[in-house]
């Protein structure tokens, strides 16, 4: 059973760094995409970056300038960092695996991280 | 404002078959596959089609996918009361180098 796990700071400053990392279990890294997505509170669902296995990325263009996204498989996790945030990076951020086509298939619990000082 | 088009509302009653439409682009849902979720109050998104119309394992055949052109739609038959959540088009966008997009949502109410 794949089962990914969120895990970080919920609480963050404006203008500092989010930094999180999901865990993968159940299932081995390769072959796979692992990505990041996020969903404002009472808002829809938005796609932030993936990272192949192998390291190769795609960001979305809106957060590209401020997002860094990494893995590591022998430690079967990634992780996120978004610099510079502020209230409108509040939101549940969820981790998930994909298949090639797929933006995801199985993902994380999500966690809430709030901006606020 | 999302980049795929869904409708805000939807409803049916018990037993009905509904459908959820997806409009698009030829950059995303023209080009590339439509997948579609269903996220039920505080839980994370569920893939409920990938590739346009293919249900993973364990996802009962009451739901279907279809596409035609540069639009999509999500088919519940046989409606039950547990279907009521929340339903995302999705697919990749080859205009924004590959980006994920989303549709606003749908939310499907059960009568």
């Known amino acids: 059973q794949v089962r990914l796990q969120e895990s970080g700071p919920g609480l963050v400053k404006p203008s500092e760094t989010l930094s999180l990392t999901c865990s993968v279990s159940?299932?081995?890294?390769?072959?796979?995409?692992w990505s990041w997505f996020r969903q404002p509170p009472g808002k829809g669902l938005e796609w932030i970056a993936y990272i192949y296995y192998s390291g190769v990325t795609n960001y979305n263009p809106s957060l590209r300038s401020r997002v860094t996204i990494s893995v590591d498989t022998s430690k079967r996790h990634f992780s996120l960092k978004v610099s510079s945030v502020t209230a409108a990076d509040t939101a549940v951020y969820y981790c998930?695996?994909?298949?090639?086509?797929?933006?995801?298939?199985?993902w994380g619990q999500g966690i809430l991280v709030t901006v606020s000082s | 404002q999302s980049v795929l088009t869904q409708p805000p509302s939807a409803s049916g009653t018990p037993g009905q078959r509904v459908t959820i439409s997806c409009s698009g682009s030829s950059s995303n849902i023209g080009s590339n596959t439509v997948n579609w979720y269903q996220q039920l109050p505080g839980t994370a998104p569920k893939l409920l089609i990938y590739s346009n119309n293919q249900r993973p394992s364990g996802v009962p055949d009451r739901f279907s996918g279809s596409k035609s052109g540069t639009s999509a739609s999500l088919a519940i038959s046989g409606l039950q009361s547990e279907d009521e959540a929340d339903y995302y088009c999705?697919?990749?966008?080859?205009?924004?180098?590959?980006?994920?997009?989303f549709g606003g949502g749908t939310k499907l109410t059960v009568l």
């Open positions: 998930a695996r994909a298949e090639d086509g797929q933006l995801g298939d199985y």
């Open positions: 159940g299932a081995s890294m390769s072959g796979f995409y």
């Open positions: 999705a697919a990749w966008d080859d205009s924004l180098n590959g980006a994920g997009v």
